[in-house]
């Protein structure tokens, strides 16, 4: 008998640090001073009592986080919970000093939303909750170090319903809602510092089972490129294990980078044995209707509405749209280049430089940004569709650019880039060319189209890539045919 084919099932938990200025229950700051890194800031130097757990002491709720929690649920077309609760959660851990974590758990703020991929997937979004962030452990000397400054940091859980079937819709599904949450302005999005981390829960099942096979949780991934790996890595993981005839165990992981590989991390603990009850301390959170609507009117332009916009507006493809509106950086680019002109050539040219070349440079630069500016792009864009430049010469510039920050028009002079269109200065370029390839003429001639692109190949070399490609083309036909 042939083993099955599996399918795998994910669900994705993501928590998202809210850009509030102080703590989630006490005044302490949320987060390290602008420009500051977490890991710059004084172990234990932002806590009180409160935070720090310590006996006796009270909560109280800060507005703005459940602010924040209800724009996010409104965006993804969540409800919303006029009376919600916090909860306790059990458990022991050095960064826990009370105890136990103050989350939401059988009332959480917001419920049945949904975010929908590219390919029309429908991912339904089961519930969004209000907790706190614990501490952090750290392992040096042979000792276990607390540092305390994230515990009660306020953050909100994004849990989804197993809808996603693959590593890239789960990556995509990530890649959006990062941008939905950055657009809100409910987090600074920072993945390097943790600001948004996903949980990914995935099983695999014989196609067209309903039933969910066993899942494992693979815990804290803060890339979206390693979360893609780690769940192929998982689906053929767990495969082997099926076809071998093993049950998977159900567990939680740990992803490797370096090896690529997830290895256990613990058994998977239940909902049961965390003892959640209600927290006596806290009151409910009660949100007026009016509250709600009021957020969901002003709620700024999200990304997917962005997308379309361009689209529509500006003619971008779909595919280049979307490669934009996720990258914050991109985005911001393009925005600022755009502000002067609803020219849909000058719209697709700036796209196509950001999605080529400024993507190359910045990988190249491992991240760095380059002195290029949105002025730079609006400017090359309405050269490229003047004719001005040639898109291998308005790439030279845009590497220029990108260096040294230097005026477009100056680059140009100063590498002598500037499109030839004139006729008569691109005349000897192509006769001279003819006269050294003979045989190609010849071809042309007899109706052989496939040589002319190897003939204007030449010419372009011949000018430095600065000759206009369709005069070109133009004069190329004309001598063909005997004038
Ligand atoms: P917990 O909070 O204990 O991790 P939940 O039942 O709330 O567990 O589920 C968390 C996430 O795991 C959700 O995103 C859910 O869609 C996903 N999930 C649950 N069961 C499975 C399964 N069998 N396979 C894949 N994902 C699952
Ligand atoms: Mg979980
Ligand atoms: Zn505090």
């Not at 603990?269 to 009021?294: N, T």
């Not at 996720?326 to 050539?345: H, K, M, N, Q, Y």
């Not at 050269?383 to 650019?401: F, N």
């Amino acid at each position: 008998m042939s083993s099955p084919q599996f399918e795998a099932v994910i669900g994705l938990e993501v928590h998202c640090q809210l850009a509030t200025r102080t703590k989630i229950f006490c005044s302490c700051p949320a987060s390290p001073p602008v420009g500051r890194s977490v890991s710059e800031v004084e172990p234990n130097s932002s806590i009180c009592p409160v935070c720090a757990g310590h006996p006796g002491t009270l909560p109280v709720l800060n507005r703005r986080v459940v602010e924040f929690a209800v724009r996010a649920g409104v965006a993804l077309g969540a409800r919303i919970r006029l009376k919600s609760r916090m909860a306790r959660k059990n458990y022991f851990y050095p960064d826990l000093p009370r105890g136990y974590q103050i989350s939401q758990h059988e009332e959480p703020i917001c419920e049945h939303g949904s975010l929908t991929l590219s390919d029309g997937t429908p991912v339904r979004i089961r519930r969004i909750h209000l907790e706190e962030d614990a501490g952090k452990s750290s392992h040096e000397f042979g000792l276990t170090l607390v540092n305390l400054n994230r515990a009660g940091v306020p953050l909100i859980e994004i849990v989804t319903e197993p809808d996603l079937r693959t590593p890239e819709q789960a990556g995509e599904y990530l890649r959006e809602l990062h941008a939905l949450v950055v657009a809100l302005g409910i987090t600074q999005g920072n993945l390097q510092e943790g600001n948004f981390r996903c949980d990914a829960n995935i099983s695999m099942r014989p196609v067209g089972r309903a039933e969910l096979g066993t899942r494992v949780e693979i815990k804290n991934v803060n890339s979206f490129r390693f979360i893609e790996k780690a769940l192929y890595f998982e689906i053929s993981r767990q495969i082997a294990v099926l076809e071998s005839g093993k049950p998977v165990r159900q567990e939680t992981r740990l992803y490797d980078s370096g090896r690529d590989q997830t290895f256990p991390m613990r058994g998977k603990e239940e909902a049961e044995d965390y003892r959640y009850f209600p927290d006596p301390d806290l009151l409910p959170v009660c949100v007026e209707s009016a509250e709600v609507e009021k957020i969901r009117g002003a709620l700024p332009e999200l990304p997917a509405q962005k997308r379309s916009r361009w689209e529509s507006d500006l003619g971008l493809s779909p595919a280049d749209a979307r490669r934009i509106v996720l990258d914050p950086d991109l985005s911001a680019l393009f925005e600022g280049a755009i502000v002067r002109t609803t020219d849909r050539e000058v719209a697709s040219a700036i796209s196509h430089l950001l999605v080529g070349e400024v993507s190359r440079l910045r990988e190249e630069s491992e991240g760095k940004p380059g002195a290029l500016t949105a002025g730079h792009l609006a400017d090359l864009g309405s050269r490229i569709s003047q004719g001005e430049l040639s898109s291998t010469a308005a790439k030279k510039v845009l590497g220029l650019a990108w260096e040294s920050g230097e005026a477009i028009d100056r680059l140009i002079e100063r590498a002598g880039l500037r499109q030839e269109s004139a006729e008569d200065a691109l005349l000897p370029i192509v006769d001279a060319v003819l006269a050294a390839n003979p045989a190609a003429a010849a071809e042309l001639k007899a109706g052989k189209e496939k040589v002319s692109g190897f003939l204007i190949g030449q010419m372009m070399k011949r000018s430095g890539g600065r000759a206009n490609p369709e005069v070109l083309r133009g004069l190329l036909q004309k001598r063909i045919q005997g004038n």
